[in-house]
């Protein structure tokens, strides 16, 4: 997922379905706090992230340390990904590094 221009966003992938990266209303704007972000990729039935939420694949918690328990999916949702301490660095990007680097789209859970 690439931030294009302000909260519009393109989406890769090498196979399958890429989905979509959407900017809910009410959502405030797509940018990293200082002090750790939480991403999330979720299934929903409509456009509030307030409700409807059917599924959450995965988090990465942009911060040293672990996620808080309290926003912690796996609780709920037992499948959910949790990716801690996934940090921001500069020059102000997050990148994971696969192994072998030509890997790019079959990293899973135990892979984190």
Not at 7 to 29: E, I, L, M, Q, R
Not at 51 to 63: D, K, L, Q, R, S
Not at 70 to 82: C, F, H, K, L, R
């Amino acid at each position: 997922m690439k931030e294009i221009s302000t909260n519009t966003f393109s989406v890769t992938c090498t196979s399958g379905v890429c989905g979509n990266a959407v900017k809910t209303p009410g959502s405030g704007s797509f940018a990293r706090a200082s002090g750790g972000e939480h991403t999330y990729a979720y299934a929903d039935t409509d456009d509030d992230r307030t409700n409807g939420v059917t599924e959450i694949f995965e988090v990465m918690y942009t911060a040293f340390g672990n996620i808080a328990a309290g926003e912690d999916p796996s609780v709920d949702y037992p499948n959910a990904i949790v990716v801690n301490g996934f940090s921001d660095p500069a020059p102000d990007h997050t990148e994971y590094n696969f192994s072998p680097a030509a890997l790019r789209d079959g990293a899973g859970v135990s892979d984190f």
